[in-house]
């Protein structure tokens, strides 16, 4: 197994830096793992365009050599790629399936006879049919790691190596400064339970591949 980051995501305002409002478009760091024959692509977040060109400054890929690709969460920034990807195998925590199925269902319940609305409500809830849960132990090399709290089913990828355990938390540990001040994001769906999961990740990993900023030496754990 080895791993590399494609691309390092943001938030659209940060509010550790003192930030309002929108600032920039958000999106999420991307990574890349190699398992064997396969190629894991972790949140795509990007267009597919512009992963295609950080798939090949970052490791001489391009998107038609990813075999996988697996979702934190489903978020609707961290697949912009998924459109350009149809013959990966897309891969999402079963949890994290049902909770954004029902999420999805309930909005378009409320939603009222907003046609529009439930037109492209109806469209991600399709999209969920096309991902499937894999094994706890995904890939030689890559485990999952539920991580729930920021939404009832995100889930992480723990990397352990014979030196150091690597976590991709998603937006668990959101950035630097989040993990500094052991802060989680303020529209996480509970509160609680997102800071069980960040203090888990703080505890286990040696290095942490955070949601919107670049990788992170654990400070707790070196």
């Not at 390092?8 to 024959?37: D, M, Q, V």
């Not at 490791?59 to 075999?67: A, E, F, I, K, P």
């Not at 090399?141 to 938390?169: A, E, N, Q, R």
């Amino acid at each position: 197994m080895d791993w590399r980051i494609a691309s390092i995501g943001t938030l659209p305002s940060n509010p550790l830096w003192n930030e309002k409002g929108a600032l920039r478009t958000g999106h999420t760091t991307t990574t890349i793992i190699k398992s064997g024959n396969a190629v894991l692509l972790v949140d795509p977040s990007l267009p597919v365009e512009i992963i295609n060109a950080r798939l090949q400054e970052r490791w001489g890929l391009t998107s038609t050599d990813v075999t996988h690709i697996f979702l934190t969460s489903f978020d609707p920034d961290r697949r912009r790629a998924l459109a350009g990807m149809e013959h990966a195998t897309w891969c999402m925590h079963a949890p994290e399936i049902e909770c954004a199925a029902l999420a999805i269902s309930d909005e378009i319940y409320r939603a009222e006879g907003d046609q529009e609305l439930i037109q492209i409500l109806e469209s991600h809830r399709n999209l969920l049919h096309e991902f499937t849960s894999p094994q706890d132990h995904m890939l030689d090399g890559v485990d999952l790691f539920p991580l729930p709290g920021y939404t009832p089913g995100s889930c992480g990828l723990l990397l352990p190596t014979s030196k150091h355990t690597i976590l991709i938390c998603g937006d668990t540990v959101a950035t630097r400064e989040h993990l500094a001040s052991g802060s989680v994001l303020a529209n996480a769906s509970n509160i609680e339970l997102a800071q069980e999961s960040f203090k888990e990740c703080a505890e286990i990993a040696d290095i942490i591949i955070p949601g919107r900023d670049n990788v992170i030496l654990n400070p707790v754990r070196l």
